[in-house]
């Protein structure tokens, strides 16, 4: 299935869990957060969400600004 | 220094900081150069933005901050809606494990200037969600009042627009939020130089947040020094009382009698 994360358009496993997305953008463990169609999903949902053909997955951390 | 200089805490929401100075950490050209620069200004809170993950960036400045023990505040830098604000914020929080927030909803890119309405909405809704909300505002002491109102823990007006270096453009109206506010004034954006940010604290700011003003200086360490004496300063002068500007000289000396 094609699903977009961060923007960009990836094909990835049907079913495919966010906690697997995210751990293929990411290998840092904290200072992560992670919306799908605009909306957070929390952290210890990660693993029991399953995504949905067009889903639009944000994976965001802290960067120097402000 | 002696007690009567440091005993002094900033105390917003309850949680009280030994420095009155709140630094950013946009512009700086490296986070070696960035950290270094913190530690001199002696900041206990400090500001990061959220941005997409970027799989090839070196370095996190949340280890930057994390190593100097430093507490980090998110923002909301580039929601320009209340519904995008409200949305990073609820990022943030997830990501960082707090509830506090530097709350931005700007405008439009030209001026960075904050749009009343769409900010006030955020944190209506934020301090309904139980965050702690510190919104960076106009230099209006009406808006304050209504922040205030809302239930955030500070206000923080800008001196003049986000990265200008142009100082305080309008002291008369910084000083009127000081006078009527209940909550933290802290002075946000503008600062140029040392100079400005003592005058922040000698009308009676809370505190000062700034981060151009030093990360793009010359020598970033040593404005962020610079700016520690500065906010300190200003400090002391406000709570010594300045004295009464005059038209004509007063003798300083005692009469000559010979």
Redesign the interface.
């Known amino acids: 299935m094609r699903i977009v994360i961060n923007g960009e358009h990836r094909e990835v496993p049907d079913q495919m869990s966010l906690e697997r997305v995210v751990a293929a953008i990411t290998t840092s463990a904290t200072g992560i957060a992670v919306a799908v169609n605009g909306e957070v999903v929390r952290r210890a949902s990660w693993s029991s969400v399953a995504l949905a053909p067009g889903d639009e997955i944000e994976v965001l951390t802290a960067v120097q600004g402000g | 220094m002696s007690e009567m200089v440091t005993d002094d805490p900033l105390v917003i929401a309850g949680a009280k900081f030994g420095s009155r100075l709140i630094m950013?950490?946009?512009?700086?050209p490296s986070?070696d150069v960035?950290g270094r620069a913190l530690t001199a200004s002696g900041t206990e809170l400090t500001?990061?933005?959220?941005?997409?993950?970027?799989?090839a960036?070196a370095g996190?400045?949340?280890d930057v901050l994390t190593a100097r023990g430093i507490a980090?505040?998110?923002?909301t830098?580039g929601c320009f809606t209340a519904a995008e604000a409200v949305?990073t914020a609820?990022?943030?929080a997830?990501?960082?494990e707090t509830t506090w927030v530097?709350l931005?909803v700007i405008a439009d890119e030209i001026t960075l200037l904050p749009d009343p309405i769409e900010l006030l909405d955020a944190a209506e809704q934020l301090v309904g969600l139980g965050f702690t909300v510190l919104p960076y505002t106009n230099d209006d002491p009406v808006l304050a009042r209504r922040l205030e109102q809302a239930g955030c823990a500070a206000v923080m007006p800008l001196g003049a627009p986000i990265g200008s270096g142009l100082g305080i453009r309008n002291p008369h109206n910084i000083e009127l939020m000081v006078q009527a506010s209940s909550v933290p004034v802290i002075l946000d954006a503008g600062i140029g130089t040392a100079s400005d940010a003592a005058l922040a604290m000698e009308l009676g700011c809370e505190a000062v947040l700034l981060?151009t003003a030093v990360t793009r200086a010359r020598d970033p360490e040593l404005m962020a020094a610079a700016m520690r004496s500065a906010v300190l300063a200003g400090r002391l002068a406000y709570r010594a009382g300045r004295i009464p500007r005059r038209r004509y000289a007063k003798a300083s000396s005692p009469p000559y009698q010979g």
């Open positions: 950013g950490t946009g512009g700086a986070l960035l500001t990061v933005a959220m941005r997409r993950v970027d799989p960036a996190s400045v949340l980090v505040l998110p923002n830098a949305r609820r990022l943030a997830e990501a960082l530097k931005e981060a």
